[in-house]
Each structure stands twice: as C-alpha cells, then as structure tokens.
C-alpha cells in the first residue's frame, strides 16, 4: 500500500505560481499512475488533471490547460503540479491519488490512494 502526502500550497496573488509536490512512501511511486484533484469551497471535488504511470500521458481539464503541468521523479518518488497564472477561481484544496498500473483498468480518473489536501489561496 502506498501513502501519499502533498505539500506545496500557500496564498499567492492572482497571476502568481505555485508547485505542488505529492510525495510517496510505502511502495515505489514508479508504476503508479497519478492524478490531481480540487474542491473549492461550497462545490464538488473536481479532477484537474493526471499523468500515467510512466510520465509519458498527462490529461487535464479544460480550465487548466496551458497553465498547469504535471510531471513525475520516480528517482524521488514525487508528482509535481506546477501551476502558472494562477487565478481566484484556482483557490481549492489540492489533492493527490494515484492507483497501481493495471492492464484493464484506464489510465486517469480512477484511484485507491489519496491524500489529505494542501491548501491553495490565491488572492485577487
């Protein structure tokens, strides 16, 4: 079973960037696929994008597109979500899953490990 912790977040002003960094313990992060989540105040937890489990697929949801990149350091064990202009609606508790490679089974969108969220404000 693998453990996943995110760090990272943090207020920052509209415009600005943060990374997050999702860090896992337990098992070798390198067959695993991982996704990114948000929920923001008063709404659902919604996907916002995910990477395979050998880096070489990345998906992201529409609002994101062009601003945030995932990438993944199996050496380190670590997926990062880099995130560039970022905006206030961009403001949410950022979460990190992941599941173990399985032939049968997609890619992105279905995962049995998650984390416990890392704040992001991001300030107008």
């Known amino acids: 079973q693998v453990k996943v912790v995110e760090s990272g977040g943090g207020l920052v002003q509209a415009g600005g960037s943060l990374r997050l960094s999702c860090a896992a313990s337990?098992?070798?992060?390198?067959?695993?696929?991982v996704g990114w989540y948000r929920q923001a105040p008063g709404k659902e937890r919604e996907f916002v994008g995910a990477?395979?489990?050998?880096?070489?697929?990345?998906h992201y949801q529409p609002s994101v597109l062009g601003r945030f990149t995932i990438s993944k350091d199996n050496a380190k064990n670590t997926v990062y979500l880099q995130m560039e202009s970022l905006q206030s609606e961009d403001t949410a508790v950022y979460y990190c899953a992941a599941s173990p490679s399985s032939i049968g089974r997609p890619w992105y969108g279905e995962y049995d490990y998650w984390g416990q969220g890392t704040q992001v404000t991001v300030s107008p």
């Open positions: 337990g098992r070798s992060f390198s067959s695993y696929n």
């Open positions: 990477i395979s489990w050998t880096g070489d697929h990345t």
